[in-house]
T-cell receptor
């Protein structure tokens, strides 16, 4: 079974530039999560999708961050414009309500550096 | 906000020794989970313990949960160099599927 796929793995941009991250969850997983992990910290949830609906986006900085999950499968997280403080690892995870709703499966993450 | 708090922040041991990490949390939970993160990789789910369980085993891992003290411990027995990683505890917030992670314990196992 293929795991959660994320791309790109690394991204270096200058501040004020836009950036986008892509995630392909495990096949059949209806729940998708985006987390941000700052250096030396644990992941913090940005947004959670149930199928194509964003059910928890309370931690998403909506002035510059946006996300979408078309057709309830792949998802894209965008930052525009990026700021220096956005440098972090962005992790995508998925879970299946029907198999094991409490267990999240993580992708390798995208390490973003904003210069 | 972070619910779980791991202790110690860093731990260095020799191969073959046991490693114990602790996690304290603040509010009532229905389960607590431990994840491992190797350098530059995503998190891997290790084990889940429910609030009505006191101890759980998985291979060389032993997890305990004390709901009265709002704490959990993860024991790795007979450690190996490949166990070198950061270990995080995570708890659901408010009975939802939103997991809140601690800051993690960085474990180094020296060969």
């Amino acid at each position: 079974e293929a795991g959660v796929v994320q791309s790109p793995r690394y991204k270096i941009i200058e501040k004020k530039q836009p950036v986008a991250f892509w995630c392909n969850p495990i096949s059949g997983h209806n729940t998708l999560y985006w987390y941000r992990q700052n250096l030396g910290q644990g992941p913090e949830l940005l947004i959670r999708y149930e199928n194509e609906e964003a059910v928890d986006d309370s931690q998403l900085p909506k002035d510059r961050f946006s996300a979408e999950r078309l057709k309830g499968v792949d998802s894209t997280l965008k930052i525009q414009p990026a700021e220096l403080g956005d440098s972090a690892v962005y992790l995508c995870a998925s879970s299946s309500y029907f198999v094991s709703p409490d267990t999240q499966y993580f992708g390798p993450g995208t390490r973003l550096t904003v210069l | 906000s972070q619910q779980g708090e791991e202790d110690p922040q860093a731990l260095s041991i020799q191969e073959g020794e046991n490693a114990t990490m602790n996690c304290s949390y603040k509010t009532s939970i229905n389960n607590l989970q431990w994840y491992r993160q190797n350098s530059g990789r995503g998190l891997v789910h290790l084990i889940l313990i429910r609030s009505n369980e006191r101890e759980k085993h998985s291979g060389r891992l032993r997890v305990t949960l004390d709901t009265s003290k709002k704490s959990s411990s993860l024991l790795i027995t007979a450690s190996r160099a490949a166990d070198t990683a950061s270990y995080f505890c995570a708890t659901p917030q408010g009975g939802s599927e939103k997991l809140v992670f601690g800051k993690g314990t960085k474990l180094t196992v020296n060969p």
